[in-house]
Nanobody
Framework: QVQLVESGGGSVQPGGSLRLSCAAS??????MAWFRQAPGKEREGVAA????????YYADSVRGRFTISHDNAKNTVYLQMNSLRPEDTAIYYC?????????????????WGQGTQVTVSS
């Protein structure tokens, strides 16, 4: 059974930082990504990474503040979140897919983690 296990969420003041981690039990993914869902809002893609080549993609709302990375040896993806804002408050989900050819960065993810809460508040 495929598992994606997230960790690293919590509460932080505006301007602070958090790092999320997601350990995958399957090493065959081509892409991993982070999504988030705030109360009353639709889930949105935040950042994605192409694992074989390490190409990255970010939503406009987080570009320049968040960084996605992947550790092949640990089969783990990270999301470093800096300069956090109250509007970043959400449940953050790790996801993964195996696709070939062009697929939109935030589409067609088949496996999902359970989510981790991030709260940014003073």
């Amino acid at each position: 059974q495929v598992q994606l296990v997230e960790s690293g969420g919590g509460s932080v003041q505006p301007g602070g930082s958090l790092r999320l981690s997601c350990a995958a039990s399957n090493s065959g993914y081509t892409h991993m990504a982070w999504f988030r869902q705030a109360p009353g809002k639709e889930r949105e893609g935040v950042a994605a990474i192409y694992i074989p080549g390490s190409a990255e993609y970010y939503a406009d709302s987080v570009r320049g503040r968040f960084t996605i990375s992947h550790d092949n040896a640990k089969n783990t993806v990270y999301l470093q979140m800096n300069s956090l804002r109250p509007e970043d408050t959400a449940i953050y989900y790790c996801s993964a897919r195996t696709t070939y050819g062009w697929v939109d960065w935030f589409e067609s993810y088949s496996d999902w983690g359970q989510g981790t809460q991030v709260t940014v508040s003073s």
